[in-house]
């Protein structure tokens, strides 16, 4: 089946240094990835559709300078929380779709981000 | 808007089927989804439904849609311990966006 693979699984930072995510589609190429964000207890909120190619479209709300996403290939989206704050510890959730198809999304294990 | 809700807790024995509710409001979704997430994990996809389909059963995943009350249930037969974990209920919306309900905590007792 398809599979989605994020890294790092966790991060630790200090406030004010910027953290990069990773999210691979390992089996299918994905013209489209999404990224998320979970608060705990919470549901998942889209924060931003990345497009390879192209720029992410961002979320009302959502601060595009702060959450920098870049798409440069089919099978990789990055995703750069930058000047990291206290608050922006959450934890990131990406997904993709195979290419020119109705199939589901698919999720990665998500990052665990904790700023100190 | 789009909205997806669900109930926030369900408790079974094990060995009893367990039922998860959701409804939603975007008649317009082509796909209705279930996830499972574990704690500290990411979102495993667990079933999904095309909206032109009222039933799909897949081993102990049975997923029954009632577009006209929009309304979407997921039973699981002979629940197990294993199965405890939070379950989100998603719908896809224009643009390919999924709408994820707040997620069951489905708790089993031995």
């Known amino acids: 089946g398809a599979v989605v693979s994020q890294h790092p699984s966790r991060v630790i930072c200090k406030s004010g240094t910027s953290v990069k995510i990773e999210c691979r589609s390992l089996?299918?190429?994905?013209?489209?990835m999404f990224w998320y964000r979970q608060f705990p207890k919470k549901s998942l909120m889209l924060m931003a559709t990345s497009n390879e190619g192209s720029k992410a479209t961002y979320e009302q709300g959502v601060e595009k300078d702060k959450f920098l996403i870049n798409h440069a290939s089919l099978t990789l989206s990055t995703l750069t929380v930058t000047s990291a704050h206290p608050e922006d510890s959450s934890f990131y959730i990406c997904s993709a779709r195979a290419v020119g198809t109705d199939s589901p999304l698919h999720f990665g294990n998500g990052t665990r981000l904790t700023v100190t | 808007g789009e909205d997806v809700e669900q109930s926030l807790f369900l408790s079974v024995r094990e060995g009893d089927s367990s039922v998860i509710n959701c409804t939603y409001t975007?008649?317009?979704?082509?796909?209705l989804y279930w996830y499972k997430q574990e704690p500290g994990a990411g979102l495993q996809l667990l079933t999904y439904?095309?909206?032109?389909?009222d039933m799909k059963q897949d081993q102990r995943l049975t997923v029954l849609l009632n577009k006209k009350d929009k309304h979407l249930s997921l039973r699981i037969a002979d629940t197990q311990t294993g199965d405890s974990a939070i379950y989100f209920c998603?719908?896809?919306?224009?643009?390919?966006?999924?709408?994820f309900g707040a997620g069951t905590i489905l708790r089993v007792k031995s």
């Open positions: 998603a719908e896809s919306t224009k643009g390919n966006k999924l709408v």
């Open positions: 439904i095309f909206s032109n389909m």
């Open positions: 089996d299918f190429q994905a013209t489209t």
């Open positions: 975007d008649s317009s979704s082509t796909y």
